[in-house]
């Protein structure tokens, strides 16, 4: 199963929707709930995507992270009916696809993480009571490292939290959503879902994720444009047998191996490259590379934290090209698409470093750029990469934007 792709088979137009087609359909949407469903809704939910700055594969071995939310969203109208039936009845906007949904029935796409999410709050002790109607739709690429599946699982709880009442707070949605993946079948760490929930406008999140704990880092490269280009080659992260999940287990081995010396040792991405060298006949020579690139990763990012404080986008960039060469040869999650990608990134004016964002396999690379050229440069990018490739892949500008925001319907 495609982890991210929930509206199946209009992803393309997904992709397109510009930001004033966005705003245009949040002032409808209240309007297409009530054709849909006959009433009004109660609640609109925005939810972003995100980006990870640097810090992949970090989150579920305890490191440190640093996502932000982005200006690309999901957008739900949410309403209860008189109904005492407990299910949800969904409509996806860009499809025209309307669907029952309960936790009874298996399904597919983006019905399943519905089902998920429902299935979660179950589990924590809260279910429908009543029939609740839903409609939704967004401007995230599919299937592209940018989190679709965290905004629509943390937007739909957050939503039915209003809706009927539970007053679920932001920490608890989080791991909900959580395991609303891995009831799926991802078993993501909970990085996606703090970004989603908790990003504020201008600012990176410095979250550690072997405590939970937050801080802000004020964005300080203000001439500097985030662009995200899309390989079009779509990830696969859900599934007991995905190789997503089989990195996460070589990270859990490597971690009892480690703690056989260091009992004291309780995240991988605490370990020292001293610590993992000592132990190193126990490993293979393909876990022991992906080991120490989740090592050199944890330094990257503190590294990275001083170059956000400093505005140094010079040293920031080079540390992305080098989390990217990790992901590349060490942790080996990318494909030829992301790698030319950044290969053209390096030789792009205006460029200070490239690197491909998610758990990997496909999706998006995201390129630090100079404000003044950022345009010229997304532009070569997309000839040079159409021209090796025949794919057309536009590229875009990101906006770090705030998380999930809910408000009355109007």
């Not at 060469?325 to 992301?338: A, I, K, N, R």
Request: charged share 20%.
């Amino acid at each position: 199963m495609d982890r991210l792709v929930f509206i199946g088979r209009l992803v393309i137009l997904l992709q397109t929707i510009t930001a004033e087609q966005s705003q245009k359909k949040l002032e409808n949407i209240s309007d297409i709930h009530k054709k849909q469903f006959n009433k009004e809704p109660n609640w609109i939910i925005k939810a972003p995507g995100r980006i990870n700055i640097l810090g992949e594969h970090l989150d579920y071995n305890g490191g440190n992270v640093l996502p932000a939310g982005v200006n690309r969203h999901l957008f739900f109208t949410i309403g209860s009916s008189e109904s005492e039936t407990p299910l949800i009845d969904a409509f996806a906007i860009m499809t025209g696809e309307r669907s029952i949904i309960s936790t009874q029935d298996k399904y597919n796409g983006w019905r399943a993480y519905f089902r998920g999410s429902l299935l979660a709050l179950e589990e924590e002790g809260y279910k429908l009571d009543r029939r609740v109607e839903v409609a939704f739709y967004g401007n995230i690429p599919l299937g592209a490292g940018m989190s679709s599946s965290a905004a629509l699982c943390c937007g739909l709880i957050l939503g039915l939290s209003h809706t009927l009442g539970w007053g679920l707070d932001r920490k608890l949605i989080a791991l909900l959503g959580q395991r609303a993946e891995h009831i799926i079948g991802a078993n993501c760490g909970l990085m996606d879902q703090y970004a989603v929930l908790f990003s504020r406008k201008g600012h990176i999140i410095d979250l550690d994720c072997s405590s939970m704990e937050t801080s802000l880092i004020p964005w300080k490269l203000k001439d500097t444009a985030l662009v995200l280009v899309n390989s079009k080659v779509d990830h696969q992260l859900a599934g007991t047998g995905s190789i997503y999940n089989k990195r996460r287990a070589v990270c859990e081995k490597a971690l009892n191996i480690l703690k056989k010396d260091d009992s004291n040792l309780h995240f991988l991405a605490k370990a020292s490259l001293d610590q993992l060298e000592s132990l190193k006949t126990h490993f293979s020579k393909d876990d022991f590379a992906k080991v120490q690139y989740v090592i050199q990763e944890a330094q990257r990012v503190e590294k990275a934290k001083q170059a956000i404080f400093s505005g140094s986008a010079g040293d920031l960039g080079q540390l992305m090209y080098s989390t990217h060469e990790g992901l590349q040869h060490l942790f080996e999650v990318s494909v030829p698409e992301t790698d030319l990608l950044v290969d053209i990134g390096r030789e792009t004016d205006g460029v200070y470093g490239a690197r491909m964002v998610g758990g990997g396999f496909g999706g998006c690379v995201l390129f630090l750029m100079e404000a003044s050229t950022s345009k010229e440069a997304a532009k070569n990018i997309y000839e040079s990469y159409l021209q090796k490739t025949g794919i057309d892949s536009p590229g875009f500008e990101v906006k770090i934007d705030n998380g999930i925001s809910i408000a009355p319907a109007l």
